[in-house]
């Protein structure tokens, strides 16, 4: 396999066949050699931002699931709402003569 350049920023990252790990923490290190020219107050508001930004992430995976699998909320006790199921079943079965 040819190996690909990436060009991030003024950093490049080769890499064939490495591990997402592996590609991550380059990606990462690259960004961490930009970030020491900044000052003080810009990686402590940078610091802050990425905070807020991974709590968004796991707040709104968190609201994702639930809509996915939230439960069933009613009034009812759960045998008058298996009596409702059970109840509204309808059979369209027809058996045909030989």
Known sequence: MQPTNIQIF??????????????????VDGYVG????LSTDNKLDLIS???ASV???LTNKKSSFKKAF???DSKKSAEEIIEEIRNSRVST??????
């Open 55 to 57: 709590k968004t992430d």
């Open 49 to 51: 931002k990425l905070t």
């Open 70 to 72: 939230d439960a069933f």
């Open 34 to 37: 930009l970030l020491d020219n």
């Open 10 to 27: 003024n950093f490049s990252l080769t890499y064939n066949s490495r591990r997402t790990t592996e590609i991550n923490t380059s990606i």
């Open 93 to 98: 079965r027809q058996i045909e003569a030989f």
